[in-house]
């Protein structure tokens, strides 16, 4: 779920929501919730805007 969820940020090509990432995959948003947590543990994403996430350059 990871992947697909940086995947989906990647082709936003903008800071997007956790509901726009679940929304685009049609995954549960819970499943993409526990993603972002992975996610900003490992410093994969970075939050430019409040609420808003993009990966890591």
């Given at each position: 779920m990871k992947e697909k969820v940086?995947?989906?940020?990647r082709e936003a090509g903008k800071p997007v929501l956790a509901g726009d990432v679940a929304k685009t995959l049609g995954a549960d948003r819970k499943e993409v919730d526990k993603a972002f947590a992975e996610l900003k543990k490992e410093g994969a994403i970075?939050?430019?805007?409040?609420?808003?996430?993009?990966?890591a350059k």
């Open positions: 940086l995947k989906a940020m970075v939050s430019p805007v409040r609420c808003k996430w993009e990966p």
